[in-house]
């Protein structure tokens, strides 16, 4: 790739399996695809289906290059970026896109159609969304003990800070239903 070519643009989830590939490096298709199924955050990649094309696609596009595993009669590749994919990488890394900074919380809209619910049913509603994402919590620190990625330390706090976020936005709305079938 010359200086004056523009890098290859690459949507989210593009971007987040060929990070994966560039920090795991070299890794086979099946690796990356069960890193993502392991994953406790909720991601696009985590059907096998998505990830080999998406790999070959990848290896098309000249973004990573694979070798054959030594004596494999599967005829199994390892992945590492090349160059013109650590600058796809880079490019991804560096922009900032308006879906990032607020994704889409199908929580927050399910509760824009609580009229279709009781009052007691919104109140147990919002006590199961609590439990659902305490279990969720609890696998997130399970992965986060085990993993040994550098800067996890970051992507932990991120992910912990949303889910508290979450669960006291559900503590507002729990207290508000609590509060207004008090005033009925």
Do not use: C
């Amino acid at each position: 790739m010359t200086a004056q070519e523009t890098p290859q643009t690459l949507t989210d989830h593009e971007g987040s399996l060929l990070s994966l590939v560039h920090r795991l490096q070299p890794i086979t298709a099946y690796k990356v695809a069960k890193f993502y199924q392991e994953s406790p955050v909720a991601s696009v990649n985590k059907s096998m289906g998505q990830v080999y094309p998406m790999i070959n696609r990848f290896s098309k596009e000249g973004l990573i290059e694979g070798r054959p595993v030594e004596d494999d009669a599967r005829g199994t590749e390892v992945w590492r970026t090349t160059d013109k994919g650590e600058v796809a990488l880079k490019a991804w890394l560096r922009e900032f896109k308006p879906a990032q900074l607020i994704p889409h919380d199908t929580l927050g809209t399910k509760v824009l159609s609580f009229g279709l619910l009781t009052h007691q049913e919104r109140i147990d509603w919002v006590l199961e969304a609590k439990a659902e994402l305490e279990k969720k919590q609890a696998e997130l620190e399970d992965y986060n003990e085990k993993s040994d990625q550098p800067f996890q330390a970051y992507a932990h706090d991120n992910a912990t800070g949303i889910l508290r976020a979450r669960m006291d936005w559900l503590d507002r709305v729990l207290f508000d239903l609590v509060k207004s079938s008090a005033g009925s």
